[in-house]
Structure formats: C-alpha cells, structure tokens
C-alpha cells in the first residue's frame, strides 16, 4: 500500500478556502435589491488553489495598497477613486461599475449628504478645540473614518480626541479606529444595566461637562450628528 505526501495548503489559501465555501451564508445579511454576486466578488477569489493565483493576488494588494480600504485586501481592480466606503452611493456606484454595471436607485438608501458634511467641517473650522463623542452602538466607524479621511491637517489638529462610548454589542470595527488616525482615541466600556438599557448617555454626558471643565474643550461632536458649540 503506497503512502502520499500530505498536501499542506498555505495559510492564504486555507483561508481563500474557508471564505468561497462559506460566503454565501452571508447573503442574507443584505437587501434583496442589491447584487449579491457584486458583493461576493469582493471576498471570492476564483481558482485560487491554482499556482500562483494567490501569489498574483498579493502582488497586486502590495502594489496598490492604499487603493484597499483601511488597506485591508479585498478581491477587486484597485483603482484611485478615495475611500470607496465614503458613503453608500460611491460603494456602490464602484462595485456595480467593476462590473461595467451602474446603480442607479437612490431612493433605496438614505446617505449622509454633502450638506451634512460640509456642515461637520465648517463647524470643525470655527471651532479652536473640538472633541468627537461616539455612542458607538447608533454610530458607523466606517462613515466616521471616511469623514476624518475628508479633514486636512489644519482641522484633524484641532479635534483634541476622539471618545468611544462602547457597550459589549457593538462591532468589533471600533477596536481598529486607533491604527488608522493620529487622533488620540479613549475607548471606554460600559456595561449595560439590562439588555435594553444602556448607561452610554448618561456616561457621555458625564464626560463632556468633565472635558469642558477640566481640559477647556467647547465644541463637541456627538456621534458625527450633532455638533454642539458650549
């Protein structure tokens, strides 16, 4: 009875593996109206047990990796078109259009406007020190990444910190905030009374009269959604 060598994969493509046999469990998590097969594209890497498709792969991430969001691989055409997580509308006019695809319904998202974002950075802009409070469980730290990559150096200065009121449900992606900003972020925890009920307001609040007193800091943003000049 012969005896074969064991194939051993590589870690990437053990990985590649375990993602196409098991994303499209995912499909549920997204709306009906949107291509699933747009989305699966970005995990799905064909034929990657061929020689040197995974090798190919890293390649091109390597050469283009500020193109990546949060320079994070993702199984696409790099291009230099900014975040592509900006908003929903340029996410998915870039996905459908690696595709040569266009969506053209915006009635089925609500995004923030250029209004609201002009808002945010004027008011940054006449402010002298500014400190951002996220109620991390009703907030996106995608979309506030996307709004810190649109600030230059003049106004990120002028943000003293970053605050996240966090509680155990909230995703995990606040845990990365810090490895993609210079802006000093304080994570707190804070336990839930119950599993409806937060203390996540009244601890923020609590922070922000301390920030005014102690550290002189003025002007707050909430949230990203409700600047406040004290």
Not at 198 to 226: C, K
């Amino acid at each position: 009875m012969g005896v074969y060598p064991r194939l051993v994969l590589c870690p990437e493509v053990q990985q590649a593996r375990l993602i196409n046999e098991n994303i499209d469990k995912c499909s549920h998590l997204f709306y009906d109206w949107l291509n699933w097969e747009y989305i699966r594209d970005l995990f799905f890497v064909p034929k990657y047990n061929k020689n040197g498709v995974m090798k190919q792969e890293f390649t091109k991430y390597m050469a283009n990796i500020e193109h990546y969001p949060f320079q994070m691989y993702i199984h696409w055409q790099p291009a230099e078109v900014g975040s592509i997580i900006y908003s929903d509308r340029k996410f998915l006019k870039i996905i459908y259009g690696q595709h040569n695809d266009s969506f053209t319904d915006y009635t089925k998202y609500r995004d923030a406007d250029d209004e609201t974002r002009n808002n945010i950075y004027n008011f940054i802009d006449s402010t002298e020190k500014t400190a951002i409070a996220v109620d991390c469980e009703n907030s996106d730290p995608y979309k506030l990444y996307s709004v810190l990559k649109g600030l230059n150096q003049e106004e990120l200065a002028k943000i003293e910190k970053i605050t996240l009121y966090d509680d155990p449900n909230t995703t995990a992606g606040w845990d990365w905030l810090s490895k993609f900003t210079q802006i000093p972020v304080e994570h707190i925890e804070i336990d839930r009374v119950t599993d409806r009920k937060s203390l996540v307001d009244v601890r923020m609040t609590a922070s922000v009269v301390t920030d005014f007193y102690r550290d002189g800091i003025t002007s707050f943003i909430n949230s990203l959604r409700y600047p406040l000049n004290i």
